[in-house]
C-alpha cells in the first residue's frame, strides 16, 4: 500500500504552539478593547445557507465561496441534459446548498433577524471567528482565516463611526503597530459616478477604483474601459481620483465637484463630522480621507474604512463600513447597521514580522520542576500546587530523565526557571531555582520560591 505524503490546503496554516500563544495575545488584546466599549460576544455556524451568502458580496465575492456538497444521491433530481450541459454555476446549484461563510457580517444579519425577538437595540456585538474565501493564496491573504468583528445594528448615529475608529486607533496603539486609518465614503462614490455620468455603473466603477494601490491607475483606468465606462468619464475621474491636500481640503474641493450630487453632499457632510469628531479625541494614529477606497462588498451603504500598516508591506489588516440596508435582504428592514473587521491572520504576520510581542504573551510555562524519581516528584508535587495557586504556569518533567535532557526540554519551551530538589533540599525542606537566562542558581526554603520568582523576574 503506497504511503501518502500528509498535506493541508494550499491557503490554510497550521500553527504551533507558539504561534498560538501570539495568536491568543492579538485576540485577547481585541477581545478586551471590545468589552471596553460594550460590546458583547455571539457565534454563528461555520456553514450557512447559500441562499443566505449568494448575492451580498458581488458578482466576484460569490465566486469565491466554498459550496457544501450535499450528502446523499446529489444526482437525484437533475437530468442528463442538465449534467451535459457542465454549467459547473447551475450544477452547483443543483448540488449544494450550503456554504462555509465568507465573512461575519452578512451571517450577523441573518443572526440579528432569526433573532430580532430576543435582542435590545441598539445591538453591539463582537465575534471572533473563521471564514473561508476561495481566493488564490499569497503573502498576507489565506483561503482560510479569523476575522474579529464588532458592530453596531439598530442605530444611525454617526458616533457609532466614530467610536469604531476609536476602537482601531487603540487596538493597534496597544499592539505598538503605527497604522493609517483610511476613511471615505459610498454616498461620496456614488456621486461621483453620477456626475461623470455613469451612475448605473456605481459597482464597476469601485471596484476597479478599490484595486488602485494593487495594480496601478494605468490598469484601474483599463478595466473601467473594458466595463464599458466612457472614454470621458474616465477622464472626468481622474481628478478626483487623484484628489490631495489634508481632509479639510479634500472635503472643500469635493464640496465644490460635487455639489450637484443630493448622495455626495450627504457623503461629504457625514465624512466631515466623522473626520471632526476624531480630531478633537488626538487618536494616536493617522487618519485620511481617501477617495480611492471602495471596499469592494455591494452591501456598503454609507461611511467605509480601511486600515494600512505603515512599516510593513502588507494588505489591508482591517476594515468595516456602514450597512444600513443589509438586514432588509432577510426581511426586517429600518435596521441600520455599521461595524469593523481585523484581519487577524495579517495582524499576525505584522506582529512577526516587526517583532513586537511582548516577552509575556509567548511565554507560556514560567517554572520547570525537575524529576529525579517519585519521592522526589511527589516532593515537587505539593510545591507545584501552591505555584499554580499563586497563578504562576508550572509544570513538572513527567519522567525521572537525565538532568541534561530535562534542561534541553526546558530551554526548547524557552521555561525561565527550573526547580531542582534531591535528597539534600528534600531533607532541610528547600528547593533550588535556577534561573535558565542568566545561569544563577539560589537555595531556598520552600516557602521562598514562589517570592523569589516574582522578585527575580
Known sequence: MAVIKPSIPKGTRDFSPVEMAKRN???????????????????????????????????????????????????SGITDEELLTRDAVKLAGKFCEKGLRYDLTVPFARYVVMHRDEISFPFK??????????????????????????????????????ELMQIVDQVFTRFGVRVCIKINNRKILAGIAEIIGEADKITDITTAIDKLDKIGLENVNKELSQKGVSGEAINKLQPVILLSGTNTEKLNTLKSLLADSQAAVKGIEECGFILSALDKLA?????????????????????????????????SITGGGRYDNLTGTFG????????????????????NQLELYPKEAVNGTRLLFVNFGDTEAAYCMSLLAKVRAAGINAELYPDASKLKKQMSYANAKN???????????????????????????????????????????
Not at 478586551?32 to 458581488?58: A, C, D, N, R, W
Not at 465575492?61 to 444521491?73: E, M, T, V
Open 415 to 457: 521555561i525561565p526557571f527550573v526547580a531542582i530538589a534531591g535528597e539534600t533540599e528534600m531533607a532541610e525542606g528547600k528547593i533550588i531555582l535556577k534561573n535558565m537566562e542568566t545561569g544563577g542558581q539560589k537555595l531556598l526554603a520552600a516557602e521562598e520560591l514562589i517570592p523569589a520568582m516574582l522578585v527575580w523576574e
Open 125 to 162: 456585538r463582537y465575534q471572533i471567528q473563521p471564514v473561508w474565501r476561495a481566493d488564490r493564496p499569497q503573502k498576507g491573504r489565506y483561503r482560510e482565516f479569523y476575522q474579529c468583528d464588532a458592530d453596531v445594528v439598530g442605530s444611525d448615529s454617526l458616533w457609532n463611526e466614530v
Open 332 to 351: 426586517l428592514s429600518g435596521v441600520p447597521g455599521v461595524g469593523i473587521s481585523f484581519g487577524a491572520d495579517r495582524i499576525f504576520d505584522v506582529l
Open 283 to 315: 487618536l494616536k494614529n493617522e487618519i485620511e480621507l481617501d477617495l480611492t477606497l471602495a471596499r469592494g462588498l455591494n452591501y456598503y451603504t454609507g461611511a467605509i474604512f480601511e486600515v494600512k500598516a505603515l512599516d510593513v508591506s502588507i494588505g
Open 25 to 75: 495575545y492579538i485576540f485577547d488584546t481585541i477581545r478586551h478593547v471590545y468589552h471596553l466599549y460594550g460590546f458583547q460576544q455571539i457565534e454563528t455556524p461555520s456553514m450557512e445557507m447559500l441562499s443566505t451568502l449568494m448575492g451580498k458580496y458581488g458578482e466576484e465575492g460569490d465566486k469565491l465561496l466554498f459550496k457544501i456538497q450535499n450528502s446523499g444521491d446529489y444526482f
